[in-house]
């Protein structure tokens, strides 16, 4: 080991979300499917669920 405390003051580097490639994309896609789903459920019948 080297010796060298770490401290937990505020030095680690904080990670932006929404700067990762491709979250907001997921996202969308997630809120598309729920919002597919929630209008389908009115039609479909509810013996085939």
Known sequence: MSG????NTGDAQKTNVWAIPGVLATLV???SAFGAW?????VLPTAVL
């Open 38 to 42: 929630s209008l389908l459920l009115p």
């Open 29 to 31: 896609a997630v809120a």
């Open 4 to 7: 060298q405390a770490r401290s």
